[in-house]
Structures are given as structure tokens and as C-alpha cells.
């Protein structure tokens, strides 16, 4: 399903104790509009969802996994393995996610998304990071479908950065990836979501550290967004989309509406799921 038609504004928080991530995030979001990007904790961001990076059975006994369980009380990982057992059988693949209330004023939804499949896994070789990021952003979609305009608001940590060893100019690039599809189409189908990455960013370990991939849609007609579907900030769609069936790759120079026609320019702005469960 295309999106095609202007939205309620989604805010977007990207946060992270680790500076050299901050930085990464910084140089690949430069030209990216409506993006709010700085130091800190997750756990202070007042926002409708966090997303929280996690393993396949969603235990959160590591990295943010385990400071949020800390800040949101055992029963949040209950939720999620309890969502994780009702819609994926127990283990929850990359590139897919679930949204469970979370018990909390502050944030109302965790999203979780499997950036490995075991605890404490060496994800640095793989796409793990923009399948995660991705799905994560599905699952906005979906929430938004189910309760229309639930979540207005997200915030995301540096994924795979830490307890995946992931370098941080990879992870911000490979989030950049996950958060420019969420604007550009979205995926009533996780197999879909995860073939159409992996097919794309297959050869980008031979890539320049510096460029980033955008990914192309799956061509489908266009089709009215549903009722109360949150839009990313600064992202203006035409009512009849029409996408190419080449990748598009991109340097962290600023782009301009010759090869970019969703992200604006000017802007220096540094600043596929299950619904949630009732």
C-alpha cells in the first residue's frame, strides 16, 4: 500500500548516549527535514512510543532492552513476549515488530523490533539495522491504522550500535534507510518488507562508508492512506506516486529536488507489524 495524501505530522526523535552516534545520526540525517536528533536517554523523551532494539524472543536482559524493563516494570516484557507468542509463535523474525501498550503516561506504546536473533549477537555484517528500523516504522503505520492517530510521536536509539557492535556511521546510515521507506510506502507484509531490503542493500558492504540507500517500493497502485495515518514531518506525497525500479543511492551532501523530490533541500534540521495490543 502507497501512501498519497498529506498527513498528521509524525515527530520523530532519534537519542542516544553514545556521541559518536549522535554524529553518525547528524551527517546522515542532514538533509533530512523534521528530525530531532540529540545526547541522552531514551527514558526522557516524552513521546508517544519508544522503540526499543531486542532480541527474537524478547527478553530484555541487555543494552536499552534492560533499562527500559528497569523504567517500565517487569510487566512490559510480559507484554511483549506475550505479543511476540500470539502473532509470530514465540520468536519474533528481523524486520518485523510488536507494539504493546506500555502500562505507562509516558510513552503509551513500546514498540519492539529484533535487531538479533539471540542476546548479545554480533550484528556489525548484517542488514539487521534497517530491517529493524524499518519495521519499527511499520508498525507505526499499522498502529495508526488500528487506532487512528495513537502514535504522533517516536523515539529511537541508536540500533545494534552497542550491544550489536555495529559501528555508528553504518547504524545511522542503515537507520536512514528504515526512515525514508516508512514516508515512501507502506507494508502490509513483513516477508515483503524484508525481501524488498535485503534484495536492494545486498552489495552495500561494497559501498563508501558515506552513501546511503534509499530504498525503492514494491510498484502497487496507489491507494487512500487510511483514517487517523500519522505522516512523517516535512514529507508531502503527490496524490498518484510513481516509483522507479532502481535503487537510489546518496552521498550526506545536500540534495536537491532533482534527485530527491520528498526531502527539502534547505533544511539543516539536526535537531512490518502487528497493531499494538489492547
Given at each position: 500500500?502507497?501512501?498519497?495524501?498529506?498527513?498528521?505530522?509524525?515527530?520523530?526523535?532519534?537519542?542516544?548516549?553514545?556521541?559518536?552516534?549522535?554524529?553518525?545520526?547528524?551527517?546522515?540525517?542532514?538533509?533530512?527535514?523534521?528530525?530531532?536528533?540529540?545526547?541522552?536517554?531514551?527514558?526522557?523523551?516524552?513521546?508517544?512510543?519508544?522503540?526499543?532494539?531486542?532480541?527474537?524472543r524478547g527478553r530484555m536482559d541487555g543494552g536499552v532492552d534492560a533499562a527500559i524493563k528497569r523504567h517500565l516494570g517487569s510487566g512490559i516484557q510480559l507484554r511483549v513476549q506475550r505479543a511476540i507468542r500470539d502473532r509470530f509463535a514465540g520468536a519474533l523474525p528481523v524486520g518485523s515488530a510488536v507494539c504493546v501498550p506500555s502500562g505507562a503516561t509516558t510513552p503509551r506504546y513500546l514498540i519492539s523490533t529484533p535487531t538479533m536473533v539471540q542476546s548479545s549477537q554480533n550484528v556489525s555484517a548484517t542488514l539487521?539495522?534497517?530491517?529493524?528500523?524499518?519495521?519499527?516504522?511499520?508498525?507505526?503505520?499499522?498502529?495508526?491504522?488500528?487506532?487512528?492517530?495513537?502514535?504522533?510521536?517516536?523515539?529511537?536509539?541508536?540500533?545494534?550500535?552497542?550491544?550489536?557492535?555495529?559501528?555508528?556511521?553504518?547504524?545511522?546510515?542503515?537507520?536512514?534507510?528504515?526512515?525514508?521507506?516508512?514516508?515512501?510506502?507502506?507494508?502490509?507484509?513483513?516477508?515483503?518488507?524484508?525481501?524488498?531490503?535485503?534484495?536492494?542493500?545486498?552489495?552495500?558492504?561494497?559501498?563508501?562508508?558515506?552513501?546511503?540507500?534509499?530504498?525503492?517500493?514494491?510498484?502497487?497502485?496507489?491507494?487512500?492512506?487510511?483514517?487517523?495515518?500519522?505522516?512523517?514531518?516535512?514529507?508531502?506525497?503527490?496524490?498518484?506516486?510513481?516509483?522507479?525500479?532502481?535503487?537510489?543511492?546518496?552521498?550526506?551532501?545536500?540534495?536537491?529536488?532533482?534527485?530527491?523530490?520528498?526531502?527539502?533541500?534547505?533544511?539543516?534540521?539536526?535537531?512490518?507489524?502487528?497493531?499494538?495490543?489492547?
Amino acid at each position: 500500500m502507497t501512501e498519497s495524501s498529506v498527513q498528521p505530522t509524525l515527530r520523530v526523535v532519534l537519542t542516544d548516549v553514545n556521541e559518536r552516534v549522535v554524529e553518525a545520526w547528524r551527517a546522515a540525517f542532514a538533509d533530512t527535514p523534521g528530525i530531532e536528533i540529540r545526547r541522552g536517554s531514551i527514558l526522557g523523551e516524552d513521546v508517544d512510543a519508544w522503540v526499543t532494539p531486542t532480541n527474537s524472543r524478547g527478553r530484555m536482559d541487555g543494552g536499552v532492552d534492560a533499562a527500559i524493563k528497569r523504567h517500565l516494570g517487569s510487566g512490559i516484557q510480559l507484554r511483549v513476549q506475550r505479543a511476540i507468542r500470539d502473532r509470530f509463535a514465540g520468536a519474533l523474525p528481523v524486520g518485523s515488530a510488536v507494539c504493546v501498550p506500555s502500562g505507562a503516561t509516558t510513552p503509551r506504546y513500546l514498540i519492539s523490533t529484533p535487531t538479533m536473533v539471540q542476546s548479545s549477537q554480533n550484528v556489525s555484517a548484517t542488514l539487521n539495522v534497517a530491517l529493524a528500523c524499518a519495521a519499527a516504522f511499520q508498525a507505526v503505520h499499522r498502529q495508526n491504522r488500528q487506532t487512528p492517530g495513537s502514535i504522533r510521536s517516536v523515539a529511537l536509539v541508536g540500533m545494534g550500535a552497542q550491544t550489536g557492535r555495529v559501528p555508528a556511521r553504518v547504524c545511522a546510515n542503515l537507520m536512514w534507510t528504515g526512515y525514508t521507506l516508512f514516508h515512501d510506502h507502506w507494508f502490509e507484509d513483513d516477508d515483503e518488507l524484508r525481501a524488498t531490503i535485503t534484495t536492494q542493500l545486498n552489495d552495500i558492504e561494497n559501498a563508501p562508508a558515506e552513501e546511503r540507500v534509499r530504498i525503492v517500493p514494491p510498484k502497487t497502485a496507489a491507494e487512500p492512506v487510511p483514517a487517523g495515518h500519522v505522516h512523517p514531518a516535512g514529507h508531502v506525497h503527490p496524490a498518484d506516486p510513481v516509483h522507479s525500479s532502481t535503487t537510489t543511492t546518496e552521498s550526506t551532501s545536500p540534495m536537491t529536488d532533482a534527485n530527491d523530490p520528498w526531502l527539502s533541500p534547505n533544511s539543516s534540521t539536526a535537531a512490518v507489524s502487528p497493531g499494538c495490543r489492547s
